[in-house]
C-alpha cells in the first residue's frame, strides 16, 4: 500500500507557472509507474503524464504540449509536474496516481491502483 499526497497548486494567472509535488509513502521500495491527472468541472479525468520510478519518462498526453515537465526526486519520493505558460482550460484538480504494475501504457485511470486527493489548479485570465 502506498499513499499519495498532492501539494502545490493555486490560484495562477494565464502564462504564469506552477510546479505540483506527489509525495509517496508507506510501501516505497516497490518501482512504481507514476502519473499524474487532471479532471475539470463536468469533465472526465484525462491522463497528463507518466513516469517510472527510475526516472524514465512514459509519455505524455498529446495535448500536454511542450508546457508540462514530469520529474521525480527518489531521495523524497517525490513526483513533479512543472506546468508552465498556464492557460485557462488548464484550470482542474491534479491528482496523481500510481500502480506496481509493468504492464502498460500507463495512460488510462483505471491502470492505476493507488491515487491522492488532488490539488485544484485554477487559472485566471
Known amino acids: 500500500q502506498v499513499q499519495l499526497a498532492e501539494s502545490g497548486g493555486g490560484l495562477v494567472r494565464v502564462g504564469g507557472s506552477l510546479r505540483l509535488s506527489c509525495v509517496v509513502s508507506?510501501?516505497?521500495?516497490?518501482?512504481?509507474?507514476m502519473g499524474w491527472f487532471r479532471q475539470a468541472p463536468a469533465k472526465e479525468r484525462e491522463f497528463v503524464a507518466g513516469?517510472?520510478?527510475?526516472?524514465?519518462?512514459?509519455n505524455f498526453a498529446d495535448s500536454a504540449e511542450a508546457r508540462f515537465t514530469i520529474s521525480i526526486d527518489n531521495a523524497k519520493n517525490t513526483v513533479y509536474l512543472q506546468i508552465d505558460s498556464l492557460k485557462p482550460e488548464d484550470t482542474a484538480v491534479y491528482y496523481c496516481?500510481?500502480?506496481?504494475?509493468?504492464?502498460?501504457?500507463?495512460?488510462?485511470?483505471?491502470?492505476?491502483?493507488?491515487w491522492g486527493r488532488g490539488t485544484q489548479v485554477t487559472v485566471s485570465s
Open positions: 513516469i517510472y520510478w527510475n526516472g524514465a519518462i512514459i
Open positions: 496516481a500510481a500502480t506496481p504494475s509493468r504492464v502498460g501504457p500507463f495512460r488510462s485511470a483505471r491502470e492505476y491502483d493507488f
Open positions: 508507506g510501501r516505497t521500495d516497490t518501482p512504481y509507474a
